[in-house]
């Protein structure tokens, strides 16, 4: 790869493309630890959805979907100007990399702000399970079992976002201000791994609370 | 200089694939409302992984690790199951 000819290498590695194959691994082996941290909230989901299905058809009518697919739209088109942000670190264009990267975290901030006011909603509604939880005409337990898991999965998705969102704009400061692109490529691309991990996350929790079953 | 033309095609290929999940949840597939939901995710998913992610290209080691994490995440759902499935009540 391009990049890999002048990066600077650290003294364990033999070459650039070692190095950065170990950097890679490293991404994807912290990956499959989100998978673990997000997989036993998705368990949970199963398990009660398979359990109480009526109640969760009931409960996800009450989210906001098309609030929903928008924010999804928006991190589809966000692990685009993502990909953009790699491939213009990886060919050293600068300000095409630090311009996707900022688009990126704009895009990131759009999703956080669409979900900040369906939570917004949501509470105002009563649908928060706290002590003013309120759902007309349903079993309370089970309807706040799928709010709880509404509130939990979404919110630490959120929370990675706010991650990324934060790391691009460091990373985007960094490339404006820095001597050498190249050194920064790989840590570009980790990154990107990282979102478009998130972006996953998300295409799998969009249609389990969003659409359970809209056609009735 | 690299092409963008397979982001291009996988980035419109995720709206389209958006649009066939919000488009079957409003038809009465039945029982297959949620594997079609599903299936649609995960093929969603297999682009990103495969062609944003770059996996397509990755050698055998991060394949494996990539895959060791989705193994482990389907045992750990499937044998859950096994037990919620099977109780009777």
Same mark, same amino acid.
């Given at each position: 790869?391009l990049?890999?000819?002048?990066?600077?290498?650290?003294?364990?590695?033999?070459?650039?493309?070692?190095? @950065?194959?170990?950097?890679?691994?490293?991404?994807?082996?912290?990956?499959?630890?989100?998978?673990?941290?997000?997989?036993?909230?998705?368990?949970?989901?199963?398990?009660?959805?398979?359990? +109480?299905?009526e109640?969760?058809?009931?409960?996800?009518? %009450?989210?906001?979907?098309?609030?929903?697919?928008?924010?999804?739209?928006?991190?589809?088109l966000?692990?685009?100007?993502m990909?953009?942000?790699? @491939?213009?670190?990886?060919? @050293?264009?600068?300000?095409?990399?630090?311009?996707?990267?900022?688009?990126?975290?704009?895009?990131?901030?759009?999703?956080?702000?669409?979900? $900040?006011?369906?939570?917004?909603?949501? =509470?105002?509604? $009563?649908?928060?399970?706290?002590?003013?939880?309120?759902?007309?005409?349903?079993d309370?337990?089970?309807s706040?079992?799928?709010? +709880?898991?509404?509130?939990?999965?979404?919110?630490? %998705?959120?929370?990675?976002?706010?991650?990324?969102?934060?790391?691009? =704009?460091?990373?985007?400061?960094?490339?404006?201000?820095?001597?050498?692109?190249? $050194?920064?490529?790989?840590?570009i691309?980790?990154? $990107?791994?990282?979102?478009?991990?998130?972006?996953?996350?998300?295409v799998?929790?969009?249609?389990?609370?969003?659409?359970v079953? @809209? %056609?009735? | 200089?690299?092409?963008i033309?397979?982001?291009?095609?996988?980035? *419109?290929?995720?709206f389209?694939?958006?649009?066939?999940? &919000?488009?079957?949840?409003? &038809?009465?597939?039945?029982?297959?409302?949620?594997?079609?939901?599903?299936l649609?995710?995960? &093929?969603?998913?297999?682009?990103?992984?495969?062609?944003?992610?770059?996996l397509?290209?990755a050698?055998?080691?991060i394949?494996?690790?990539?895959?060791?994490g989705?193994?482990w995440?389907? &045992?750990? *759902?499937?044998?859950?199951l096994?037990?919620?499935?099977?109780?009777g009540h």
């Amino acid at each position: 790869m391009l990049a890999d000819a002048q990066a600077p290498v650290a003294h364990q590695f033999e070459t650039a493309e070692q190095q @950065r194959g170990a950097a890679t691994l490293g991404i994807w082996l912290f990956l499959a630890t989100e998978v673990l941290f997000f997989g036993g909230l998705f368990l949970a989901y199963t398990v009660y959805r398979l359990k +109480y299905p009526e109640a969760f058809h009931e409960a996800s009518s %009450h989210t906001l979907v098309a609030f929903g697919a928008v924010n999804t739209g928006v991190l589809l088109l966000s692990s685009f100007t993502m990909v953009l942000a790699v @491939r213009a670190g990886g060919i @050293r264009q600068r300000t095409a990399a630090v311009g996707f990267l900022l688009v990126t975290a704009l895009l990131g901030l759009g999703f956080l702000a669409i979900k $900040g006011c369906e939570y917004a909603h949501e =509470i105002q509604e $009563g649908l928060l399970p706290d002590a003013n939880f309120h759902l007309a005409g349903a079993d309370p337990h089970l309807s706040r079992m799928f709010f +709880y898991l509404y509130f939990l999965m979404t919110g630490l %998705h959120a929370l990675h976002v706010t991650i990324g969102v934060v790391l691009l =704009i460091i990373f985007a400061a960094w490339a404006k201000m820095t001597a050498r692109l190249e $050194g920064l490529a790989t840590a570009i691309d980790l990154l $990107g791994l990282y979102w478009h991990f998130v972006d996953i996350v998300w295409v799998f929790l969009f249609p389990l609370i969003y659409l359970v079953s @809209r %056609h009735s | 200089m690299s092409s963008i033309k397979p982001y291009v095609l996988v980035t *419109i290929a995720l709206f389209l694939l958006l649009g066939a999940t &919000i488009g079957a949840a409003y &038809i009465d597939l039945g029982a297959f409302n949620t594997p079609v939901a599903m299936l649609i995710s995960l &093929i969603k998913a297999g682009l990103i992984v495969t062609v944003f992610m770059h996996l397509r290209q990755a050698d055998g080691l991060i394949r494996l690790f990539a895959g060791v994490g989705v193994f482990w995440l389907a &045992i750990m *759902i499937l044998m859950t199951l096994t037990d919620f499935l099977t109780r009777g009540h």
